[in-house]
């Protein structure tokens, strides 16, 4: 319901309070949606990872199903991200892609290392292995977040905005409003669809006990 309500009043502010930009009008507002969805991805992505140190640390049994629920969903979030992005760089560069920005090639270099998380993880039996082993890929992959970000950093402006610096945000007023309105709706849908489905493979794993039990 939380989700709901934010999502609607994110709409609503992105499309009919937030001002247009100066420079490229009405089309500027995917911004509210592109960078968003990025950090909402960069957060699931690090979630997954602590889910992951929490198994090999603590060897919580339920870590290592939440760490692979994180990741999926950071997944989904990062393909909405390339798909926002090139919808943008379309828009403001006339191309969909540009391969001589690394902000770009870092984040679907990120993607894809993900992407390869699953291949490994189901080419591995289930048991204490294929945990194991997820709990390390997922680890390494979180170092490429930093990587990712420092290149969103050092980006030219003109072609890749700098959202916030070490003084504060580069914007205020209602934009500043609608971006946060934008960024806690995509947080709190993100862990919606992870509760939705952690409960769902919770679900899926006690049936299938209870068939092997039966049998």
């Known amino acids: 319901m939380a989700s709901l309500v934010l999502i609607t009043t994110a709409l609503l502010f992105v499309f009919y309070v937030a001002p247009d930009d100066a420079n490229q009008g009405f ?3 995917i911004f509210y949606f592109h960078v ?9 992505f690090a979630a997954g990872a602590w889910k992951a140190f929490r198994h090999l640390w603590k060897r919580d049994p339920r870590a290592d199903l939440e760490s692979y629920v994180w990741v999926h969903q950071g997944l989904i979030f990062g393909a909405m991200v390339l798909v926002t992005g090139s919808i943008w760089a379309r828009i403001s560069w006339g191309r969909w892609w ?8 870092l984040f679907l270099i990120l993607y894809l290392f993900y992407c390869a998380y699953f ?8 048991g204490p292995q294929r945990a194991n082993l997820s709990a390390v890929y997922a680890l390494f992959g979180v170092v490429l977040i930093p990587v990712s970000f420092a290149a969103i950093r050092l980006a030219k ?3 890749h905005p700098r959202v916030f610096t070490l003084h504060g945000p580069n914007f205020g ?3 500043l409003v609608t971006y946060c309105i934008a ?3 995509l947080l709190v849908l993100a862990y919606t669809l992870y509760r ?6 919770r679900l899926d794993l006690r049936l299938r006990e209870l068939k092997e039990v039966l049998a």
């Open 196 to 201: 939705v489905e952690l409960a769902g493979k």
């Open 173 to 175: 007023g209602w934009i």
């Open 36 to 44: 968003s969805i990025a950090f909402t991805a960069y957060v699931c």
């Open 98 to 105: 540009v391969w001589s920005e690394d902000e770009l090639v």
């Open 119 to 126: 291949m490994l993880r189901f080419s591995v039996d289930p």
């Open 183 to 185: 960024q806690a709706a």
């Open 157 to 159: 402006e003109v072609l």
């Open 27 to 29: 089309s500027q507002r």
